[in-house]
């Protein structure tokens, strides 16, 4: 008597799709998604028995739960809120600079329907997209004209390929930065079609190097901020207002890639000087680049501010088109920069400053409450301690510089040295309906509580930490 055939054994297709439990994951995620999920899965069952033809089949029941868990797991990573208690402020995987709620009331309203964009309510003619928020920066910064596009590293490149295609820019070797998310200064120059002069050395780089690199070739000369990191020690660059009369002398732009660049005075705030825009149009830069999610506080944006016709040559450069913000960017930077029209209301109604201007003293009331809230929830699973911490700015900006705050640090009970706790720990924060982000130092979890705004953001939640966590 032969064996039977074990694949025979395997359900149909139909008949899981009929069960229950997979018809809620259908409501949940389409009928084309579960389908292909369930033959994936029996296709693997089948090559399964195919290598031991004496497997126990796992029931209906639990092929079902297996699958609900791994759409779970895809569903957990879309996109969605996070609590940012990593101490970095302007942190870039998690989405930097928060953006301020009348923006949001605002972009919501856009959204919602129609927009004048790109057309003129009193002509009834084409408008300019950049119009309204180009206005803004030249009232703000004194410049004579403002574009925006994607992100700086867009704005960077579209300077590079409109002003230096097929010529050479000249660059001091302390400043052939690399951003992170592989935006290196040596590379947008191959990708623009220019030619990089590396001038001077890492350390020191003298006016003279860069007057001796100039021919009938140069381009323009370029300042790139070393916004992430800082040479010390034996160093010297060429001030800017110097490098600017060099270009000048042979009638070349002189472009300054600022990178964060602030449209304040940060030190208003008590915190360290970091050069505005309004400082490098004064020192004599032709073209300011910076971003428009680091310090200024909005959303995703290079924005590109200086003399008219280098902008004009930059708006008709095709490249443009393709760089170009949508209206989403568009709605939200505008809100945000009327609020640099107020100033003294920045430190309170944009999160970005609010976040870097508070101060240990004030954060501290709000750990304390948080510890003692807290404590009793989490009895078994964590003991809790308030700890005076360092934030960071973060997306390079001021590197070296940390700002005092106030967190908690947890360590895992019962086993308060084991590492293995202290994933899970973290790991449990991080599964949290709105997940909470901190940072593993020094065998505990911290949470750096500068960029929390309310301990309810995490108390009314906390019933629903699951401990130990699913693997
Ligand atoms: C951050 C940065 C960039 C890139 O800006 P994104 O907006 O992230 O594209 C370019 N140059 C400098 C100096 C920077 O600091």
């Not at 139909?14 to 009928?31: N, S």
């Not at 009331?105 to 003619?125: H, M, P, Y």
């Not at 309906?433 to 960029?451: C, K, Q, S, W, Y």
Request: glycine share 6%; hydrophobic share 45%.
């Amino acid at each position: 008597m032969g064996a039977p055939n074990p694949r025979a054994r395997l359900p149909a297709v139909d008949k899981l799709l009929a069960l229950p439990d997979c018809q809620a994951l259908i409501t949940l995620h389409g009928r084309q998604a579960v389908t292909a999920a369930v033959r994936t899965t029996l296709a693997e069952l089948r090559r399964a028995i195919q290598a031991d033809p004496d497997l126990v089949l796992p029931a209906a029941a639990t092929l079902i739960s297996s699958l609900a868990a791994t759409f779970a797991q895809g569903d957990s990573q879309r996109l969605r809120p996070v609590l940012n208690l990593t101490g970095t402020v302007l942190h870039t995987n998690l989405g930097r600079a928060v953006l301020p709620t009348a923006a949001i009331e605002k972009l919501t309203q856009v959204l919602s329907g129609a927009s004048n964009l790109e057309f003129d309510l009193t002509s009834a003619r084409r408008g300019d997209r950049d119009g309204p928020v180009e206005a803004l920066l030249c009232a703000i910064t004194g410049a004579q004209a403002a574009t925006v596009v994607n992100n700086n590293a867009a704005a960077v490149l579209l300077v590079l390929q409109s002003l230096g295609r097929g010529r050479e820019i000249p660059v001091s070797r302390g400043e052939l930065v690399e951003i992170g998310g592989s935006f290196r200064i040596p590379e947008i120059m191959t990708s623009s079609g220019c030619r990089l002069v590396e001038v001077g050395a890492t350390n020191r780089t003298h006016l003279h190097d860069f007057s001796r690199a100039i021919n009938a070739n140069t381009a323009l000369l370029m300042k790139v901020h070393t916004s992430n990191y800082e040479v010390r020690g034996f160093t010297s660059s060429v001030p800017e207002a110097e490098l600017a009369s060099l270009a000048h002398q042979h009638q070349l732009p002189f472009v300054n890639d600022l990178g964060s660049g602030t449209l304040v005075d940060l030190t208003q705030f008590g915190l360290p000087y970091e050069p505005t825009a309004q400082d490098a149009l004064a020192a004599g830069a032709d073209l300011v680049t910076f971003s428009g999610d680091k310090l200024l506080g909005g959303p995703q944006a290079g924005i590109i501010v200086g003399r008219k016709d280098l902008i004009d040559q930059l708006k008709a450069n095709p490249l443009k088109r393709a760089l170009r913000v949508d209206k989403m960017t568009m709605v939200t930077l505008y809100e945000v920069l009327r609020l640099y029209q107020h100033p003294q209301h920045l430190a309170t109604q944009l999160p970005t400053l609010r976040y870097l201007s508070r101060t240990a003293e004030s954060i501290l009331p709000l750990a304390a409450a948080l510890q003692l809230a807290m404590q009793p929830v989490l009895d078994n699973i964590a003991q809790i301690e308030l700890l005076p911490c360092m934030s960071q700015i973060g997306s390079g900006s001021l590197p070296l510089e940390l700002l005092p705050s106030h967190g908690l640090a947890l360590s895992p009970r019962p086993n308060p040295d084991s590492d293995a706790a202290l994933q899970a720990l973290a790991l449990a924060f991080r599964r949290l309906p709105i997940p909470v982000v901190g940072r593993i130092n020094a065998g505990r979890l911290i949470f750096d509580l500068r960029t929390l705004d309310h301990t309810d953001q995490i108390m009314h939640q906390l019933d629903q930490l699951v401990w130990p966590p699913a693997p």
